[in-house]
């Protein structure tokens, strides 16, 4: 059984019979079965008895006087497809490429039986090109017929447009559910709602800051007493107390003016305390990082030896060429007279106070989580703002791609496109979103304002979509400098 219908509604749609599909598509109905044989199509795809002219536009061309330009010019019959242009229309040299410089030119009309009748230019007429595949824009027998094997590529893939037709169809319904479904929420409502996130998030952060300042004023009072006893030691080990005003100036200019290194602190105050130690009983020994270890009598060294400070060396001094200090890498560790300080402490308050730096430390990272919290509910809230703005289709269903790429590697470098976000070539920004060309039908959308040419324009982006089961990028070109255009499928246009 096969299925030879005339098209009366043009436009795609899907018909069943006794097990047979039939479906409609550009103008034609096709057959489901194997065999392939091509339905019949509607009057305007026919050709005529007039070469070169259309079935619907036959009227005109019938009788003995043929009418053109509106009117004005009246002519016998015998001057359609003379070869010679008698009209400013061109209308009577349907046939020939006589009147192809006529921006009124209808062109020629190819029947192409058994596959589709299209227009082609009157100057493409007998010009030794095949342009139809019937061969009728040429003089008979310069081209062969073969509209049959064209026709039969062209169904299969007018098949195929079908069936991506309707599962497209399916999965656009899903993106409208979905984009509805995010519409349906009210704006308002999701922005008090992250404003009271963010409420929330800081008031527990200044919180936080306040506990952490009390822990932190604590912690420098400890340290600075810390200080203060240590120091105060110092001085006594040392017996700076014995020296006088005058002594101690001197003792604080050599050390600016030599530089405060370990070597020249140690010659000033070796100096300094060697007058002052024959009447000591004690040596005193201070170590490179500052520690000081007292010596008691039974410790003094012999008549023969030097009563003096000497500089007890606790790790290696590194020196460079030059006789300069390098810089210890363990520079940071802790005094070793704090460290004695901390052992004498009791237990009680070693525990205290470790238990209030470890609280310390923990509101700290807990405070570090709370600002990335901060800083991904206040971007959060700006995409609300910036997405309440942006068009998503009669139907939001181009809400299902705001947040996905796609990408195709072709002409030797990787282009990528994120509708509503940005497009790229590599790492050269093709430009960002700009919305659907006015007029479209949400066919077009673009990318502008991208990285700048050398010597030329911003690199821009216009994206021409189609019909498809799913994304897929299908083509880039650049037609124009810096201008790039792209073929795109999507469930999103299927209708």
């Given at each position: 059984v096969k299925f030879r219908l005339a098209c009366l509604v043009c436009v795609p749609l899907v018909l069943w019979d006794g097990g047979f599909g039939v479906f409609v598509a550009n103008g034609w109905l096709f057959s489901s079965s194997d065999d392939d044989v091509p339905a019949a199509r509607d009057e305007g795809d026919l050709g005529s008895s007039v070469k070169g002219v259309a079935r619907k536009n036959e009227n005109a061309y019938t009788g003995l006087r043929f009418s053109c330009d509106g009117g004005k010019g009246d002519f016998s019959i015998d001057v359609v497809n003379d070869n010679y242009c008698d009209c400013k229309d061109g209308s009577d040299e349907p046939g020939t490429a006589a009147c192809s410089g006529i921006a009124a030119d209808g062109g020629f009309f190819c029947v192409n039986e058994n596959y589709k009748g299209?227009?082609?230019?009157?100057?493409?007429?007998?010009?030794?090109?095949?342009?139809?595949?019937?061969?009728?824009?040429?003089?008979?027998?310069?081209?062969?017929?073969?509209?049959?094997?064209?026709?039969?590529?062209?169904?299969?893939?007018?098949?195929?447009?079908?069936?991506?037709?309707?599962?497209?169809?399916?999965?656009?319904?899903?993106?409208?559910?979905?984009?509805?479904?995010?519409?349906?929420?009210?704006?308002?409502?999701?922005?008090?709602?992250?404003?009271?996130?963010?409420?929330?998030?800081?008031?527990?952060?200044?919180?936080?800051?306040?506990?952490?300042?009390?822990?932190?004023?604590?912690?420098e009072r400890q340290r600075k007493e810390k200080e203060k006893v240590l120091r105060g030691k110092r001085i006594?080990?040392?017996?700076?107390?014995?020296?006088?005003?005058?002594?101690?100036?001197?003792?604080?200019?050599?050390?600016?003016?030599?530089?405060?290194?370990?070597?020249?602190?140690?010659?000033?105050?070796?100096?300094?305390?060697?007058?002052?130690?024959?009447?000591?009983?004690?040596?005193?020994?201070?170590?490179?990082?500052?520690?000081?270890?007292?010596?008691?009598?039974?410790?003094?060294?012999?008549?023969?030896?030097?009563?003096?400070?000497?500089?007890?060396?606790?790790?290696?001094?590194?020196?460079?060429?030059?006789?300069?200090?390098?810089?210890?890498?363990?520079?940071?560790?802790?005094?070793?007279?704090?460290?004695?300080?901390?052992?004498?402490?009791?237990?009680?308050?070693?525990?205290?106070?470790?238990?209030?730096?470890?609280?310390?430390?923990?509101?700290?990272?807990?405070?570090?989580?709370?600002?990335?919290?901060?800083?991904?509910?206040?971007?959060?809230?700006?995409?609300?703002?910036?997405?309440?703005?942006?068009?998503?289709?009669?139907?939001?269903?181009?809400?299902?791609?705001?947040?996905?790429c796609f990408s195709i590697d072709t002409g030797g470098y990787k282009y990528e496109m994120c509708p509503f976000g940005k497009a790229k070539q590599d790492h050269i920004s093709l430009g960002s979103w700009s919305g659907f060309e006015e007029g479209s039908d949400y066919k077009v959308f673009k990318f502008t304002n991208g990285q700048r040419c050398w010597n030329g324009p911003e690199r821009s982006l216009t994206v021409k979509g189609s019909c498809g089961v799913e994304e897929i990028i299908l083509d880039v070109s650049e037609p124009s400098t810096c201008e790039y255009h792209m073929q795109f499928k999507t469930p999103a246009l299927c209708k």
């Open positions: 299209i227009y082609i230019p009157s100057s493409r007429v007998s010009d030794g090109i095949c342009d139809c595949c019937d061969g009728t824009d040429e003089v008979e027998g310069t081209c062969s017929n073969n509209c049959l094997e064209v026709g039969k590529k062209y169904r299969e893939e007018m098949r195929q447009f079908e069936k991506d037709r309707t599962e497209g169809l399916e999965r656009k319904k899903d993106y409208i559910r979905r984009g509805q479904l995010v519409a349906s929420k009210n704006f308002e409502e999701l922005q008090a709602s992250k404003n009271a996130e963010i409420e929330s998030a800081e008031a527990e952060e200044t919180k936080l800051n306040e506990e952490i300042r009390i822990l932190e004023e604590e912690e006594q080990s040392l017996h700076l107390e014995k020296l006088d005003a005058h002594e101690l100036r001197v003792l604080i200019v050599d050390l600016v003016v030599d530089g405060g290194s370990k070597h020249s602190l140690e010659n000033i105050l070796n100096r300094v305390l060697k007058e002052k130690a024959e009447n000591s009983t004690v040596v005193v020994e201070v170590n490179v990082d500052g520690s000081i270890n007292e010596k008691t009598d039974a410790d003094t060294p012999a008549p023969d030896e030097p009563l003096i400070a000497t500089w007890v060396e606790s790790d290696t001094v590194d020196m460079d060429d030059d006789g300069e200090e390098v810089e210890d890498e363990d520079a940071e560790k802790e005094d070793a007279d704090e460290e004695d300080e901390d052992e004498g402490k009791p237990k009680e308050e070693k525990t205290k106070q470790e238990k209030e730096e470890s609280e310390l430390e923990k509101k700290r990272s807990t405070r570090r989580g709370i600002s990335d919290k901060l800083r991904t509910l206040k971007s959060e809230r700006d995409d609300l703002e910036k997405e309440a703005k942006l068009d998503f289709g009669p139907e939001k269903e181009w809400w299902a791609l705001k947040g996905q």
